[in-house]
């Protein structure tokens, strides 16, 4: 059935369109804006967002802080470099990771970060081969990741990053990702008060990005691909703001496919949002039925991606690719440093 083929969500993407830096000004990007009805788009700056939302809406925005997740150390005995990615913490200093190259660390072998300031021995291999590492150091976890860690940018970018803020949202709060949840990277504190003084609500939920999320789907059919968990949260005051919002006539904008994901997973069949905590593996494909969400402002992703196939679960396949070829032809900036798109 058209729809359900990873194929059918490919399109021709010029190398020369993956933006590698971020904008000097984050609000100064470009938007476009897709009716999810008629299919019509217009362009526009991100910081006309403020004139395409209305008093008594709510955006939602995922406030996780990304961790600088990467980092260089080497094999013990052998003095192999090895780089290791942050995933997911298991328990306080245990942590299930990403190595690479991981075909010689086996359980057992230890490795060694920074003249020895952070040590690790590999405990377990787990599900995709990733190993679960126990991290032994003096000191507090953060100041000394702080110091070792670099950003875990995307593989697509290859420039070095300058400045780690940049690959934080000005409302970051919560420790946890493995990468940025990318959308919010357009908004200023400026930008935030311009809308709140329009009458335009917000609810700040947090959803850790994990890897996962941009895993290559390798399933011919979109229906049997598996989204790995990730661990999310919403607060009493976010789900009140969000279902008061919802009573009173006002749309809900989340930013990025993130917020999108944890409001949904949150809520219940009666589109009511629940405040708690948990793993969500909720994966959306054309086909799926919104509870909550009734826009969606979002980067450009990548063909084949579990991102560009929820974002036609909302506007429909063949207009998403067909704004899609027009930002192309746009000469539009594409992912994570990239150009915005509002869905409405």
């Not at 290791?84 to 200093?93: C, F, G, M, P, S």
């Amino acid at each position: 059935m058209e729809g359900f083929k990873t194929s059918d969500y490919d399109f021709a993407l010029p190398q020369e369109l993956i933006a590698q830096d971020p904008l000097a000004d984050r609000s100064s990007s470009r938007l476009l804006t897709l009716d999810k009805r008629s299919g019509a788009v217009e362009h526009h700056q991100f910081r006309e967002i403020v004139s395409w939302l209305r008093p008594g809406d709510c955006l939602v925005l995922n406030n996780t802080k990304v961790i600088p997740a990467r980092l260089y150390g080497v094999k013990e005995g052998t003095g192999a470099v090895i780089e290791v990615l942050l995933l997911k913490r298991r328990e306080r200093d245990v942590w299930e990771t990403l190595v690479r190259p991981g075909r010689k660390v086996r359980p057992g072998v230890r490795l060694v970060f920074g003249d020895g300031a952070l040590c690790a021995e590999v405990t377990d291999i787990v599900e995709e081969g990733n190993r679960l590492l126990r991290f032994s150091y003096d000191g507090i976890w953060e100041e000394i990741l702080d110091n070792l860690g670099e950003m875990p940018l995307p593989p697509y970018i290859t420039h070095k990053l300058q400045d780690k803020n940049r690959y934080q949202t000005v409302y970051a709060k919560y420790e946890g990702s493995a990468a940025a949840p990318t959308a919010g990277l357009h908004f200023t504190a400026k930008l935030l008060r311009s809308i709140e003084e329009k009458g335009v609500s917000t609810a700040y939920v947090t959803l850790h990005v994990g890897l996962g999320t941009f895993r290559p789907v390798k399933v011919e059919d979109v229906r049997e691909h598996h989204m790995h968990s990730e661990y999310y949260q919403v607060t009493q005051e976010a789900a009140d703001r969000i279902n008061e919002t919802k009573r009173c006539g006002g749309r809900i904008i989340c930013v990025g496919t993130t917020s999108c994901r944890t409001v949904e997973s949150a809520a219940g069949e009666d589109g009511i949002v629940r405040p708690g905590c948990g793993n969500t593996e909720i994966f959306i494909y054309p086909g799926y039925r919104f509870r909550v969400l009734d826009g969606l402002i979002t980067n450009f992703h990548l063909p084949q991606s579990t991102l560009l196939m929820l974002v036609s679960a909302l506007a429909g396949r063949e207009s998403v690719l067909s704004a899609y070829r027009e930002a192309v032809e746009e000469k539009y900036r594409f992912f994570s440093f990239g150009d915005a798109m509002l869905i409405y």
